[in-house]
């Protein structure tokens, strides 16, 4: 693990050594792989959706303090805009609570009942948005502590605008007043530097870490995002108001010919959207069933191998970039005299 070569609002916020966060992946995101994001210096977030039954939720987060030798971690809270879906999660964040978690990372609809309640019980919780539209929006309404916006180029959910990383960044940090992460597309440690020196104060990574030895999922699914370069992702699902990037395989290329004919009922949809379809792939190595969660910076993940080596070199190539913008930087002196 690399010493600490960066303090933020959110490395100070989150009581860690590097501003890389790990956000929660379905399926994916379980004890074994956010203890390593934690134990390599990071913040990671177990998946809540990934666990639905309660004993199961529970045990997870046991292993995960065991893991971690007691250093927090924390549980990501998925809102769903189909109520059905939520029905759990009320009780997940009561055993999340009861058994010391006290970060959250929330998605989806604005988690306005679940947010004081974290609060209340002394927990840290941001909230993670496609646009800095609700960023704002989500910050002016709830007490979060941080803000997570999510380019374009981001796997799951990059929202309905588009709008590339490049450009989010500078202008959440301009507007809003608490600290912001970042995510999409970010797969190297000079894109780490180049968001801190935007003004961010963490990235958020999800793409680059689904080749890491500790994600539990079947090596061909690796080696598919290994094989992928920018070029090989889809989006899906706009017509739906609700976009997904993904592996360009033989499901998204099925949905968007039904988007294609214009197909608006959601049941011929169904049977390529199913959530239980990812674990199925993900379980049996099939990367082209369902709709596999995967952004751009797949470009980046090369290689099989444990969360520490990827976060160490996250943190040498960000340490590299940071004193590289120092080394062509004018010195202030010769500027002045300039002036």
């Known amino acids: 693990m690399r010493p600490q070569r960066f303090k933020t609002r959110i490395t100070e916020l989150f009581g860690i050594d590097h501003p890389i966060v790990a956000g929660g992946l379905m ?21 809540a959706k990934t666990f639905p039954e309660n004993e199961r939720f529970a045990a997870e987060l046991d292993k995960a303090w065991a893991l971690t030798d007691g250093k927090p971690f924390g549980v990501n809270l998925y809102m769903s805009n189909r109520p059905e879906h939520n029905q759990d999660l009320p009780a997940q964040l009561g055993i999340a609570l009861d058994k010391g978690v006290r970060h959250f990372e929330t998605a989806g609809l604005p988690p306005t009942e679940f947010v004081q309640r974290i609060k209340d019980a002394g927990g840290v919780v941001f909230h993670k948005v496609a646009t800095v539209k609700h960023a704002l929006s989500a910050a002016s309404k709830l007490p979060i502590d941080a803000v997570a916006v999510v380019g374009a180029e981001c796997g799951g959910h990059p929202g309905l605008n588009m709008i590339g990383s490049i450009v989010q960044i500078p202008l959440a940090v301009r507007r809003l007043g608490i600290p912001v992460l970042v995510g999409g597309g970010i797969g190297t440690g000079s894109q780490i530097a180049a968001a801190l020196a935007m003004g961010a104060d963490a990235v958020l990574l999800g793409t680059r870490f689904l080749v890491a030895t500790e994600i539990w999922s079947h090596e061909a699914i690796k080696q598919r995002v290994i094989d992928c370069d920018e070029t090989m992702t889809a989006t899906v699902l706009a017509s739906m108001r609700n976009t997904f990037r993904g592996i360009d395989n033989e499901t998204t290329r099925a949905i968007a010919e039904l988007e294609k004919q214009g197909v608006t009922d959601f049941d011929a949809y169904r049977p390529y959207v199913m959530g239980t379809l990812q674990k199925e792939a993900y379980t049996i190595g099939d990367p082209e069933k369902g709709i596999l969660s995967m952004g751009q910076a797949c470009v980046f993940a090369d290689t099989i191998e444990p969360v520490e080596a990827i976060m160490d070199r996250l943190v040498d190539e960000a340490t590299e970039a940071a004193r590289h913008l120092g080394a062509i930087a004018v010195p202030d002196a010769k500027v002045a005299a300039a002036e």
């Open 27 to 47: 399926w994916l995101a379980d004890a074994n792989y956010v203890a390593a994001v934690v134990n390599a210096g990071g913040m990671g977030f177990i998946t």
